[in-house]
């Protein structure tokens, strides 16, 4: 019988998922071996199963196309993550049904493709007997171990470019704008694309900032003759002393869904300096569209490299961006802490060499 693995993504969709399922596929076949991807995330390995068998002649097109074939779930009856940095048991009874149905498919391994809740769940269907290899997903870029998970570049590709559409409807107004990306604890979004788009100001959660600051950055530029200003802000950001802004309702079970920073900022800022503010959400916009050639190379990567883990019995392992290489580590590793924006690093000591202000 030939050899066949499972694969199935989880959490959140991001650019770069069906890239992974096309690297995955093809670099199995190129070994004789069968993929069978398992649909809606965990939830498809309990009974009754939902896959699909995936013909390595059928990939064309996945990898530039979003989203994810499988589907993807970050809710249901896996649940591994309950708060910031919180994880919980799964139900052992759920683990032994999933080991049970991925026994009964005569799966050899199954590569979880997901951001660090899919990869904690993961652990643990490890430790329940089922031979694991993850592949980092996430736009956050929040996972420890690996220099930067795919998505990533993409979502920030087009946060800069959204800076850029935006920058001349400020100049144009003489408006502040303040634009909202998306990163939960960690501001990698919003740190790379205000830097990389120029933005005067730029907010994220590792550096609380105060309305002062951002103020008086915004006065120095209408001294220089500059009557807009472009405002980047990470929906995890907070101000000094304060807490998360969130939308009321919960996201990932226990988790608070973060967002609407930018409305209360821009409010804010148009009240103390009286100039017209106006905020701008990307939202799920940065979680979709086209990857990029950095993203669509590093998935491509992460997938044959996650066959020559299987291949070489490595398990409980994730790949991992460690330049020049595909390195693997624990996935104990990538999910024991978010990765968060080092606040002396060489991006924000590059954003304070350009002027940005980071609102302390
Ligand atoms: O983790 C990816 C992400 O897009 C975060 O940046 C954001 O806070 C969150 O997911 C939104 O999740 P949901 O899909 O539950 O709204």
Redesign the pocket.
Known sequence: MKTRIGILTG????PGLNAVIYAVVKAAAKRGWETIGVLGGFDGLLSPVQIRPLDYREMDGLLYLGGTVLGTA?RGRFTAKVGHGEKRAIDPAILAEAKKNFDALGLRALVVVG?DGSLSIGLQCYGAGIPIVGVPK???N?IEGTVVTFGFDTAVSFATEAIDRLRPHAQSHNRVLVVEM???YAGW?AAHSGIAGGASVVLIPEIPFSYESICQKIAEREAEGKHFTMVVVA??ACEKGGGYVTQGGT??PG?A???GIAAVVAAEIAKRTGKESRPCVLG?L??GGVPTTFDRLLCTRFGASAIRLIADEKYGRMVALQPPDIADVPIELAVGKLRTVPPEGDIIRTGRAMGVCFGD
């Open positions: 959490g959140g969709d991001c970050n951001g996430t736009i956050d929040d998306m990163g939960r979004i929906e995890g996201g990932a988790e869904r973060l967002g799920y940065q979680r």
